[in-house]
Every structure is written in C-alpha cells, then in structure tokens.
C-alpha cells in the first residue's frame, strides 16, 4: 500500500510514514462523526491572492470553480431541515467573490446560525468589495483572518508581495468597525500558519506576541489567534518536495502525532461541502477528492440530508497527520 498516497498526485516516494488509519485506530480510536455542528462550505476556488501555503490551490485564474446559484439554494434547503447546525464556515478562494456569498450570510443569519468568514483580509481593499466590511459588520459574521506573521517581509514571502500593507489596512477597517473591541460582539480572530516546515509555536504565548506587536505597531485590536499546520496537499505539497522537503516534513508530522489531539478533530462534527456541492468528510479531503467515507462520491442532489451523516466513519489519509501533530490543529486553531 502506498503510505502517502493521495498527497499529491505524483511522483511521491511511499513508505515514508506508518498509514495514518493504522495509526490513528491503535493509538486513539478510529475516527466517526458523532454529531453534526458545522458545515464548512467552500464557494469556490477564485481568490485574488496566490499563497505558497494554500492546501485549495486557489488563484486569480480559477474563476470556473464558482459554486452556482442553484447549488447554493440546495444547500440552503437541506441547511433549514437540520436542527443540528449551530455554525455555518463559509470559505474558498476568497468566498466573498462569489456571486452567492452575500445572499447565503443572509440567509444563514436569518435563520439564527453563526456565520463564519474566512477572510484573507486584501479582500477588503478590492474595486468592489469596498462595503464588504460594513456588511459583514451589520450581518454580524465572525471574522477568521490569515495574517501568518506580524512581521511584513513574512507575510509578503509567503502571501506575495505588497499583501501585508492590505492586510493590516483591513484589520484597521474592521476594528473601526468594531471587530475585535472588548465591547462589542463582532468577533474576529486571526490565523498563523509557519512560513516554514514546521509545527505552529505554542499557540497562547504566540497570540499574547501576536496582540502586543498588532498594538504597538499599528493600533490594531483582535480576539484570538488560531494557530494551524500546513498540510501537506495541493501547492504546499509541491512546494516542500520542489525543496526536497517533503520526506522530512511527514516523518515529523508522525513523529509528532498526539492521540489526545486525534480524539479532538474537527471532521467529528463537521461536514464539508465543495463549490459543485460534492460531499466530503474535510476540506482537506475535498481538496483531494475523497468522498466521505463508507459512500460513493454524492452531491447536494443526492442526500435528502444531512442526518445521513451522522455516526458515519469519517475518511482519513497520511495528510491526517498535520491536523493531529502536537497540540492538533483545525480551523479553529489548536486542539488540546
């Protein structure tokens, strides 16, 4: 069996690492979804920033892969017939370049559900999109912004050019909107991902670096830091075996595995759903087009709901090890 197999999709030496299932149900349990909190909808993968970090391989170019009007309105209907769902995870590429994005927030909100934004902050800044942060403001979205370093050269590094000034412009328009102030409700909470091959740093000493460097330097005010490993698919993977990487990142990810962050991982209660409305356990797995487990590739006209997958085992693969290495990681950060 290949051991890595289906990372990237060629080329890559197996062997490398103990098969994350094995692992994964010897050491922790094997991985279901018990219930059914959040969905994670990817609208797409059109996005105005190229990241070397990027698991979704998103770009400027990729304007194709836009979820549809009807896609989002199935979504909306099996949505209303779940009482489970508390949070809606809406993200891409730039989610709010999509068409449908504003009319899903609203529609979300209307029906009593936090909405989640994945922001990537220069979203703020393009022709179009100047009322975006008013909007999300007066929808009361939770922001979840990437800014992986404090520091410009960094950022500009790994995000490209010119975006740590957008970036920071951005986060001064959302606190002047009130996100991040101790008073007000509109929350937003920044993510680091390392510029390099390696796990994210404790992620409580790092916010406290992260809340004192934004203030002193630029008056700037957030919630909380969410620290998240790189996982190994897509652009990153290519980008650590271009550098001959690749082999020494997932010996350390397994070196690293912790059975109490395994037991924490998102997949168990949530489900996550691509911008042609495919079904998946994770985005990452979405990204690698592996179907939820146990099922046939299924879309949003397939299911008559969600329910269905609930108490389902969830599918896993050696990219696992990045969400389960050290204190865990999703998209909420770390897990233990």
Request: aromatic share 8%.
């Amino acid at each position: 069996m290949s051991s890595i197999l289906p990372i990237i999709d060629a080329g890559l030496p197996t062997g490398i690492v103990e098969p994350f299932a094995a692992k994964v149900g010897r050491e922790a349990e094997t991985l279901f979804r018990g219930r059914l909190t959040e969905l994670q909808i990817n609208l797409g993968k059109l996005c105005n920033q190229t990241c070397t970090h990027c698991h979704v391989d998103a770009g400027p170019t990729k304007t194709a892969e836009n979820m549809t009007l009807e896609t989002a309105g199935r979504i909306c209907e099996l949505v209303d017939e779940c009482d489970t769902l508390t949070t809606i995870d809406l993200t891409g590429g730039a989610p709010e370049l999509n068409p449908n994005f504003r009319t899903l927030v609203m529609h979300f909100r209307s029906s009593g559900l936090s909405v989640i934004d994945r922001c990537n902050l220069t979203i703020l800044s393009e022709p179009g999109q100047e009322d975006l942060g008013t909007f999300l403001a007066a929808q009361g979205v939770d922001i979840v912004a990437s800014l992986p370093c404090y520091l410009e050269d960094n950022v500009d590094e790994q995000r490209g050019n010119g975006v740590f000034r957008r970036s920071i412009s951005g986060l001064q328009q959302l606190n002047s909107l009130g996100y991040g102030q101790e008073d007000s409700t509109l929350k937003l909470n920044l993510v680091f991902n390392p510029t390099g091959p390696s796990l994210p740093p404790d992620q409580t000493s790092l916010e406290t670096a992260y809340k004192q460097q934004l203030k002193e330097r630029y008056d700037i005010e957030f919630n909380h830091l969410f620290a998240i490993t790189n996982i190994p698919i897509k652009r990153y993977a290519k980008f650590l075996k271009k550098r001959g990487a690749l082999e020494d990142y997932m010996q350390m990810l397994e070196s690293a595995f912790n059975p109490h962050a395994a037991r924490g991982v998102m997949c168990k209660a949530m489900l996550s759903i691509g911008w042609d409305g495919q079904l998946y356990d994770c985005d990452f797995n979405q990204m690698l087009g592996m179907p939820a487990a146990g099922r046939p590739a299924q879309t949003v006209w397939d299911i008559a709901a969600f329910d269905e997958f609930i108490h389902q085992r969830v599918a896993v693969a050696d990219h696992c090890y990045g969400c389960t290495a050290g204190a865990g990681s999703s998209c909420g950060g770390s897990v233990t």
